[in-house]
């Protein structure tokens, strides 16, 4: 016989980073260099900016969706969205993901600093 034990510990902490839609030059550059460490770390190259503008593009769309959009395997494209998730970026739906309001400002944030380059 075994006694499970459930408490309340708090608030997803990711729900807090989530809702965060006014990042400094800092955050963004925090922000750049992890999602650099995670595609540094992959076995199937850079994939960060093309999931989090794919997720943006077609909110609510199924993860095996996305995959074939992408030609990637479903269950390792799942992995990497609940990756960028634990960043604040992306929200799990019921069906599907949706780029969070953090996830939209780093979005914007690099999109302005291409502009200004380029």
């Not at 965060?20 to 925090?30: A, C, F, G, I, P």
């Amino acid at each position: 016989m075994y006694r499970i034990r459930v408490r309340w510990v708090g608030e997803d902490p990711r729900a807090a980073l989530s809702a965060e839609s006014d990042l400094s030059k800092s955050q963004v550059r925090t922000i750049e260099q992890q999602l650099a460490r995670m595609d540094a770390r992959s076995r199937h190259g850079a994939w960060t900016h093309d999931v989090l503008t794919l997720v943006a593009a077609h909110p609510e769309r199924r993860a095996a969706d996305l995959a074939d959009m992408l030609g990637r395997d479903k269950d390792a494209l799942k992995l990497d969205i609940r990756k960028l998730k634990n960043l604040g970026l992306t929200h799990s739906l019921d069906v599907g993901y949706r780029i969070s309001p953090r996830g939209s400002a780093y979005l914007r944030a690099r999109a302005e600093d291409l502009d200004t380059k380029g």
